[in-house]
């Protein structure tokens, strides 16, 4: 079982629809939770950080943690184009190793 | 504010010898981490420098060793290239263990 768990995918929503990401982990122990973009060719941008249980929204981005299901998710609102990118869920423990899953392929259809 | 910058961009090397990238950190920030990340994959930790030690260590063989600067900059080195090492080589800094952002990596490829 791998640490930092993602659906592949492709997710395939079409535009202005609500796109949600997951990402499951295994280390009780983690305590930071990040996820990233990425577009073909390039680095990963952070777009969210949370660090306590519930919600965290920034923009069309909401980030839901949930630290007894060891579970942690992405909604996209109002989807465009430019959100086509694969998303990338990582995990922190205390120690300061991070955990990257193998991210998930995102494509908004116009 | 120029953020995380590595350098070179692109590297090819010859399987058996040694590279060295390098990493400046966002203004501000004290931690620097390198990661793999071979296509299609996400990346894998390596190591983390803060104050100029190894933190932590990921699952890397000792070929690759690194070094972090007063300054806070960084190297990662990597003897005796195998093919297998050919992957985008991206280094993140933080302030400590607080969120971290990625320079624009360094794709090496080993012929």
């Known amino acids: 079982q791998k640490e930092v768990e993602q659906n592949s995918g492709p997710l395939s929503v079409p535009e202005g629809a609500i796109a949600s990401l997951n990402c499951t982990y295994s280390?009780?122990?983690?305590?930071?939770f990040f996820w990233y973009r990425q577009y073909s060719g390039k680095s990963p941008e952070l777009i969210m950080f949370i660090y306590s249980n519930g919600d965290k929204e920034d923009g069309r981005f909401t980030a839901q943690l949930n630290k007894a299901s060891q579970y942690v998710s992405l909604l996209i609102r109002d989807s465009q184009p430019s959100d086509s990118a694969t998303y990338l869920c990582?995990?922190?423990?205390?120690?300061?190793?991070?955990?990257f899953g193998d991210g998930t392929t995102l494509t908004v259809k116009p | 504010d120029a953020g995380v910058t590595q350098s070179p961009t692109h590297l090819i090397k010859t399987r058996g010898q040694q590279v060295t990238l390098r990493c400046s950190p966002k203004?501000?920030?004290?931690?620097v981490s390198w990661y793999q990340q071979a296509l299609g994959q996400g990346p894998q930790f390596i190591f983390q420098y803060y104050e100029e030690e190894e933190r932590q260590r990921g699952n890397f063989p000792d070929r690759f060793s690194g070094h972090q600067f007063p300054n806070y900059s960084s190297e990662l080195n990597v003897n005796a290239l195998l093919l297998g090492d050919s992957a985008l080589y991206l280094c993140?800094?933080?302030?400590?263990?607080?969120?971290?952002?990625f320079g624009q990596g360094t794709r090496l490829t080993v012929v």
């Open positions: 990582a995990v922190s423990t205390n120690a300061g190793k991070s955990t």
């Open positions: 280390d009780r122990g983690s305590q930071s």
């Open positions: 203004s501000g920030h004290d931690t």
């Open positions: 993140a800094s933080s302030q400590g263990r607080a969120e971290a952002f």
